[in-house]
């Protein structure tokens, strides 16, 4: 499967513990993107990497969210100090330099914080 | 930033059917505007796009037509089929505007009745 790839696919923790979320693009995509949804709503934009640097965050993105791409390949989000409002499908998605406008996403992962 | 508002957030047809969905957007430099459909669980997945050099685009039986003027642009289904049901989000962005992202709406649910 060449699409973006996505894990862990579902992950329950309890509130106040950190989270770590991994992507993998499609192979040769240097834009790599991070979105929440929720449900009832549209995808919600986090943070952009082109290559391996992050070039936009959200103001959504709050100081317990970091995000990486070290190596400009697969990209980590991590949730520090996790909140019950933080329970969510966070979409990676990814995109070519040259015409790039059209973003494909992975699965997602869920968390649900309890 | 782009804000995008989406209509209606829920959408009830006959197998056969057409079914329209409107959007408007807020930022006159967007320029390229895709639709996104979700079904439950899945990943949202591209099913047509337009850019603003064109009115409408047409793919079988899915149809987007764009007024810029006026700021909105919209999906048409015709023939709807049960298959069709699922969330659908329109999306929009700046083209080759390097740090700006997609701006999504809050979805509409399809219902296809059979």
């Known amino acids: 499967d060449t699409g973006v790839s996505q894990n862990p696919r579902h992950k329950i923790t309890k509130r106040g513990q950190n989270v770590t979320f991994r992507c993998d693009p499609i192979?040769?995509?240097?834009?790599l993107y991070w979105y929440r949804q929720t449900l009832g709503q549209g995808p919600e934009f986090l943070t952009y990497?082109?290559?391996?640097?992050?070039?936009?965050k959200s103001r959504l993105l709050s100081d317990r969210f970091s995000a990486e791409r070290p190596k400009g390949s697969f990209s980590t989000l991590e949730i520090q100090r996790t909140e019950q409002g933080d329970s969510a499908m966070y979409l990676c998605?990814?995109?070519?330099?040259?015409?790039?406008?059209?973003?494909?996403f992975g699965e997602g992962s869920w968390l649900t914080v309890v | 930033g782009e804000n995008v508002e989406q209509h209606p957030s829920t959408l009830s047809v006959q197998e056969g059917d057409s079914a329209v969905i409107k959007c408007t957007y807020s930022?006159?430099?967007?320029?390229?505007f895709p639709w996104y459909k979700q079904e439950l669980g899945k990943r949202p997945q591209l099913i047509i796009d337009?850019?603003?050099?064109?009115g409408e685009k047409k793919d079988q039986r899915i149809a987007v037509t764009l007024n810029k003027t006026a700021k909105h642009f919209s999906l048409h289904i015709t023939e709807t089929q049960p298959e069709d049901s699922a969330v659908y989000f329109c999306?929009?962005?700046?083209?080759?505007?390097?740090?700006?992202?997609?701006?999504f709406g809050k979805g509409t649910m399809l219902l296809v009745s059979p």
């Open positions: 990497f082109q290559n391996e640097a992050q070039l936009e």
């Open positions: 192979s040769e995509h240097n834009r």
């Open positions: 998605a990814s995109s070519p330099l040259v015409s790039g406008n059209t973003i494909y």
């Open positions: 337009i850019r603003s050099n064109v």
């Open positions: 930022d006159s430099a967007s320029n390229y």
């Open positions: 999306a929009a962005k700046a083209m080759n505007s390097g740090y700006s992202t997609l701006t």
